[in-house]
């Protein structure tokens, strides 16, 4: 049988449990969620209680920076929850939604692996309750309205189409969609303009969604989106076309975090999922305060490596929701600590521990940068079949080397069983926490200074290049009012530095900002370095071609 189809083959073979007696472990009956069939639901606003939030314990599940053969976050994230659920504590898994572009293109879905998932995770991975669809037509009204007010004769604002930056988005993985020209239509079909496709993990309405606090504060940011100018420099925002109203209602419903359950019948809340490498890259604010509301332990993760995840997790996330975790898990893996050691793809099961003692020098500077914000550390090293014991001791023995505590996280072959040791050094690193998180740079500071900081401190650059134009949207953003909103880097998940090629620890290397967003709904600014882009493309075999349904209805190829 291939290899991705284990996952789903572990998956089909658990009969998950009715969703009620999910909700009975939270303390939540039957009439107090609403049901999307017998394994789904989604959880009332009404049950985020502040004063239990700031008394259950947080846990960030992150990892040293990605490789192709992939590190597992979800799968520890999950494994963790049912290992600290056997442990004999309550704790709920609060993670992130998948998106369909990564599903049919090449990383595949989000629901863990092996004996460390989520389910259902077909439906959790196809379409789930239907947030993604939401936001997405949330976006588009958006960029419908503003072409509509550009061709009104009677009531048109003055918009310059040349200003708008504002782009429709689209969850799915398409390149020539990245710039595409509209308005083909002849007098009838509007004015030729640039324009072109986010994917919808990568929009300003999935980050907006996943800051919010409640329904009013998600219609306020959405009215605070910035469009563009009009023809006199005057700055338009989706308020201005009376369009928050309409995009709240479309996300009346996707607002609600989802409720749903591990292999091993526990309780987990899967809610928004913007990318880390072009977007926040964490679950959404509510569902994350309803899982510490209804918890004594909640583990989130933050996508990518920690140079992008972790960091905006902290600076952003847990800034705007006045939230502190009391431990971070940071995964590391034999496998990738050889392919940051130099060896190839096709290589990484073959013993070479000298690769994983020059591959160590990426998880060194993880650990260093989790440390800067004074937040007890955790490694977790992700097992896989081909590791050697003499592999393993190297990261071990590193590991103590900077006083960091490391656990050897089995949760993909036996699920809660094999995390139960990693989830007691957790625990005791939650008891050790005695304060709130240091950030890494102050939300007074100049734009430069933080982008400066975000670069030095945790990507390790000695030089920062900005493009004319990156340059002019910043002064925009100043002179917009903005000036203490947060950074959310758009970079490369491959590397601490903006080129993807450069694996390891690199150094003496420069930080090239080309664009600069503003998402005044979300409430930060965002710097797009090197050759990042908002649309990915699909690979050359797309996952889609794997992916296939019988006349029963039962799925195959999903990994």
């Known amino acids: 049988m291939p290899t991705e189809n284990i996952d789903l083959k572990i998956a089909q073979s658990v009969s998950p449990k009715p969703i009620e007696e999910i909700a009975k472990k939270i303390n939540l009956t039957n009439g107090e969620i609403e049901q999307y069939g017998r394994y789904k639901a989604k959880i009332p606003l009404s049950y985020v209680d502040e004063e239990k939030v700031s008394k259950s314990n947080m846990v960030l599940v992150t990892a040293i920076t990605p490789t192709p053969a992939g590190e597992g976050k979800t799968t520890v994230s999950v494994g963790l929850t049912d290992g600290l659920n056997r442990v004999g504590e309550k704790a709920i898994a609060v993670l992130r939604e998948p998106s369909l572009g990564p599903v049919f293109g090449i990383k595949g879905g989000a629901t863990g692996g092996g004996h460390s998932q989520i389910i259902p995770m077909e439906d959790i991975n196809l379409h789930f309750n239907g947030d993604f669809a ?124 989802n409720l749903v359950q591990t292999l091993e019948g526990n309780p987990a809340i899967i809610h928004g999922g913007p990318f880390a490498n072009i977007a926040q890259g964490t679950n959404s604010l509510i569902g994350t305060k309803v899982g510490l509301s209804l918890a004594d332990y909640v583990v989130t993760e933050a996508g990518f490596g920690a140079d992008l995840g972790a960091e905006k997790f902290f600076n952003i996330k847990c800034r705007t929701g006045n939230i502190s975790p009391k431990a971070v898990v940071l995964i ?84 809660g069983k094999g995390m139960e040791d990693l989830a007691k050094k957790v625990v005791q690193a939650v008891k050790s926490c005695t304060n709130s998180f240091t950030p890494t740079y102050n939300l007074s500071d ?31 953003a100043e002179d917009l009012g903005f000036g203490e909103f947060p950074i959310c880097m758009a970079k490369t998940q491959n590397s601490f530095s903006d080129d993807a090629a450069s694996y390891g620890r690199p150094t003496n290397f420069t930080i090239n900002v080309r664009e600069v967003e503003i998402a005044a709904g979300a409430g930060f600014i965002i710097p797009i370095t090197g050759k990042m882009l908002r649309m990915p493309g699909l690979p050359a075999k797309p996952a889609a071609e794997n992916i296939d349904i019988d006349e029963n209805g039962t799925i195959t190829g999903l990994f």
């Not at 398409?174 to 640039?194: A, M, P, V, W, Y």
């Not at 099961?349 to 004074?374: M, R």
């Not at 030095?456 to 925009?476: D, F, H, Q, T, V």
């Open 134 to 257: 939401a936001i997405e037509k949330a976006n588009n009204l958006l960029s419908a309205l503003i072409n509509n007010n550009i061709y009104s004769r009677s009531r048109n604002l003055g918009i310059d189409p040349r200003t708008v930056i504002w782009r429709w988005a689209m969850d799915m993985n398409d390149r020539s969609l990245r710039h595409i020209i509209t308005g083909l239509g002849g007098k009838t079909g509007g004015f030729l303009q640039e324009s072109g496709f986010n994917i919808t993990a990568a929009s300003e309405i999935m980050a907006i969604l996943c800051l919010a606090k409640d329904l009013p504060d998600l219609k306020k940011r959405i009215g605070n989106i910035y469009i563009g100018d009009t023809f006199s420099g005057e700055a338009i925002f989706a308020r201005d076309l009376n369009a928050h109203g309409a995009m709240t209602a479309l996300l009346k419903d996707a607002i609600k975090p």
């Open 332 to 415: 590391a893996t034999v496998r990738a600590l050889k392919y940051h050691g130099g060896v190839k793809k096709d290589s990484l099961t073959e013993p070479n521990a000298e690769a994983v003692e020059l591959g160590l020098e990426n998880l060194e500077k993880h650990i260093e940068n989790l440390k800067s914000f004074d937040v007890p550390v955790v490694v977790a090293i992700n097992k896989f079949k081909a590791d050697t014991e003499q592999e393993i001791n190297h990261i071990i023995d590193r590991c103590k080397s900077h006083a960091v505590d490391v656990s050897i996280s089995d949760g993909w072959a036996n699920g």
């Open 446 to 476: 100049s734009f430069t200074t933080k982008i400066k900081a975000i670069s030095e401190r945790i990507y390790g650059a000695n030089k920062i290049n900005y493009s004319p134009n990156a340059k002019k949207m910043l002064k925009r």
